[in-house]
């Protein structure tokens, strides 16, 4: 059974930080690119970062310089650092298993998601 558990949002001021974190179980985590989602209030899904198997990272334009993806394969979790965080930043975030489309676009891979978890930037 496939578990995704995310974990560390909070409320946090404008320029602050937070650490998430999303423990893993039920998949081959160290053969599958992971990544983290985040969907404000009333708006669609949208990967924000990702990292391969390898280690190699992408972002999206809007957290690029300010969130870094890290993975420790022999705890199966993924971590989201977030610095600099601004309002626009407010959402629930989640974690997922990726694989890429036959255009190289990444794309979740298990469904349920796991709850995710709220990240609040506001003074």
């Known amino acids: 059974q496939v578990q995704l558990a995310e974990s560390g949002g909070e409320l946090v001021q404008p320029g602050g930080s937070l650490r998430l974190s999303c423990a893993a179980s039920?998949?081959?985590?160290?053969?599958?690119?992971m990544g983290w989602y985040r969907q404000p209030q009333g708006k669609q899904r949208e990967l924000v970062a990702a990292?391969?198997?390898?280690?190699?990272?992408n972002y999206a334009d809007s957290v690029k310089g300010r969130f870094t993806i890290s993975r420790d394969n022999a705890e199966n979790t993924v971590y989201l650092q977030m610095n600099s965080l601004k309002p626009e930043d407010t959402a629930v975030y989640y974690c997922?298993?990726?694989?890429?489309?036959?255009?190289?676009?990444?794309?979740?891979?298990?469904?349920?998601w796991g709850q995710g978890n709220q990240v609040t930037v506001s003074s």
């Open positions: 997922n298993a990726l694989f890429r489309n036959s255009l190289g676009k990444f794309l979740p891979r298990y469904n349920p």
């Open positions: 990292i391969a198997i390898g280690g190699d990272t």
């Open positions: 039920g998949i081959p985590f160290s053969t599958n690119a």
